[in-house]
């Protein structure tokens, strides 16, 4: 079975288990994460499209649809100058997590909406704007009730560690390139987005876990995708540019990434892990429990 294979009857299943239970509390969440390039956002589309095919009820958003608009961005890159890791979206610390705690609150509640047919808003990202810098460009409708709510984005269960850990990895060489503080300062924004989603009990969550054995992977899967993009629209990032993008990235791999992919780290009550190789294609699959 491929990625979307997997995913998708690892969802039907809970699904299922949900029904015969009877205990609905709000729809299930499934979060999926997995590195830039990976796959996670086109196997989220298919998911997606399957469930919906089947009578699911079902959204689709990601984490990304969820970053600050541009003229917060630049407040706060003004606010932190230091802090390259905040100078641009992606990182944890830029996205307006007020909009995404309103939005699961109206997600997880919806069985207390008067009526079927109450509709929320779900915001949407274009990462074109502004030259590539991005910005929200408005949001689209979501008809309550749901069955089923896909998140995805690249730190989903990322689990951000104590101060004492964080200072004694400080020696990797990836993260001697930044300040210690800046590097603080990520690791208690991502402490945020957990309590939000991934730790959050009150919500009913399944994970589905990308893992690939080498993070250098990210590299040449965006490269992948820029020249895919040149070659179709005529506009994309250089290869030193694509380094430079990716680079940013990888202090969090570097802090996080090995303990999310361990099978022992919850991701969700229930998580399903999909190894896969520098070609995407699967190696290996397996399901852990909460």
Same mark, same amino acid.
């Not at 104590?162 to 390139?177: A, D, F």
């Given at each position: ?31 999926? /994460? ?14 997606? &499209? +399957? $469930? !919906?095919?089947? =009578? ?115 020696? /990797? ?14 690791? &208690? +924004? $991502? !402490?945020?987005? =957990? ?96």
């Amino acid at each position: 079975m491929n990625v979307a294979e997997l995913s998708v009857e690892f969802v039907e299943q809970k699904l299922e288990q949900r029904k015969v239970q009877g205990d609905r509390k709000g729809p299930l969440f499934v979060l999926v /994460s997995g590195p830039q390039g990976s796959g996670k956002s086109y196997n989220s589309e298919i998911l997606f &499209r +399957s $469930l !919906k095919k089947k =009578g699911v009820r079902a959204a689709l958003t990601s984490i990304d649809d969820f970053y600050l608009t541009h003229e917060d961005q630049l407040k706060l890159q003004s606010a932190f100058p230091e802090n390259k890791l905040l100078h641009g979206r992606g990182l944890p610390g830029t996205h307006d997590l007020k909009a995404l705690q309103e939005t699961l609150k109206e997600l997880a509640n919806d069985e207390d909406k008067v009526h079927d047919g109450k509709k929320i808003q779900l915001p949407v990202y274009d990462k074109s704007r502004f030259n590539g810098e991005g910005d929200r460009i408005g949001s689209i409708d979501i008809e309550l009730p749901l069955d089923c709510v896909i998140i995805e984005g690249w730190f989903l269960g990322f689990q951000a560690i104590t101060e004492t850990e964080l200072e004694r990895k400080n020696s /990797s060489p990836i993260l001697l390139n930044h300040q210690l503080l800046h590097l603080k300062q990520v690791n &208690r +924004s $991502l !402490k945020e987005y =957990g309590q939000l989603l991934w730790n959050n009990e009150s919500l009913d969550t399944v994970g589905i876990k990308f893992a690939t054995d080498d993070t250098n992977n990210v590299y040449r899967w965006r490269l992948q995708q820029e020249h895919a993009m040149l070659a179709s629209q005529g506009e994309g990032m250089t290869d030193a540019q694509v380094k430079a993008f990716v680079d940013r990235y990888m202090p969090c791999y570097e802090l996080y990434y090995k303990n999310f992919i361990d099978p022992n780290t919850a991701f969700g009550k229930t998580n399903l892990t999909i190894a896969i190789d520098a070609d995407r294609n699967v190696v290996n699959h397996f399901i852990s429990h909460s």
